[in-house]
């Protein structure tokens, strides 16, 4: 009675919910790091973790061995820290986008970033174009890509100074089928299996090269676009009701458009980079979180970006061990498990109304 009193949909109790979700996230983050092909236990985990902060080092008597702490420290905890940081940005990259094209079907790849990302990456697997980058050659390349698509869709897509929302999309989509084209063209020219297949896998979504130096970039653009986001909840809820009716309430209709492409973008083109495409997350947790808490885009960003990122975190668990020592791709995971829950979700939506 009382979580149904928390998560209340007309009036919700957001830091009840915000505090629950904390927690959760970090149970989340504490079972996820000692879960696959070589357990470590919770209790380890927590203590190996623990142990890391400054000052409290010698908090706890040494109950691990060697390789366990390495396991947990150099291989597990970055990639659910990049799980968190990605399922967050893709969340809160998905919320942005449906205000900003008004429709809940929107997700973060609507404007082809994904494809773009993708072509310039394939090109940079397969061919090595852009090896003079160095060890984050594939990472700035997907970013390029990303960028140089986000450009020509922006530039298509303004009418006498403003973004019209349907040559936007539909800009989107057109480059997008570019793009896909290009990078098939790439695949079919591919010089040997293997790459094609690292490729493929990168395509499909992974977190598997995770490492630190992965983290600090993602992390610093989620939390300037979402203290961005944070300060705009009020022009993001007044666009829903249309351009005119947000303008003649005060909202600066052609600016704003402007920074939430930049914000989308930007999100969009960071995330893929580092992780390739993980599809459904964008457009399923802002759709649930809604369910949870309202349309208010003040309660909405901080509520999908916390879902977003347990979410990820543990469909890479099951992508890690479900034919351990192999991986699925958790981009595959994410559209088979999302897909179903997604659809019982508007059905269960629509039998409600």
Known sequence: MKLKKIFN???????????????????????????????????????????????????????????EYNIVIGLRIPRVCLGMIVGASLAVCGVTMQALVRNNLADPFILGVSSGAAAFATLGMLFGVFSFLGTYSLSISAFIGSAVTIIFVYMISRVRGRINI?????????????????????????????????????MSGSLAGAKWAYLKLPLIVLIICMIFLQINYRGLNVLLLGEETAGALGVNVKLLQKELVLVASLMAGVTIAVSGTIGFVGLMVPHFTRLLVGGDHRKVLPISALLGGILVVWVDVVARMLIAPEELPVGILTAIIGGPLFIYMLKRQTKEK
């Not at 057109?174 to 490729?199: E, F, R, V, W, Y």
Request: glycine residues 6%; proline residues 6%.
């Open 9 to 67: 949909r007309e009036n919700p109790n957001l830091l009840a919910i915000v505090i629950i979700l904390i927690v959760l996230a970090v149970v989340t983050m504490i079972v996820a790091t000692g879960l696959g092909p070589v357990s470590v236990s919770p209790q380890n985990t927590a203590k190996i973790l623990i142990s890391q902060i400054p000052g409290c080092n010698n908090l706890f008597e040494p109950t691990w061995t060697r390789v």
């Open 166 to 202: 349907t040559q936007l999309l539909l800009s989107g989509v057109a480059i997008s089928m570019i793009m896909d084209g290009l990078t098939q063209i790439i695949k079919l020219s591919a010089p040997n299996a293997l790459g094609l297949h690292n490729a493929e896998f990168w």
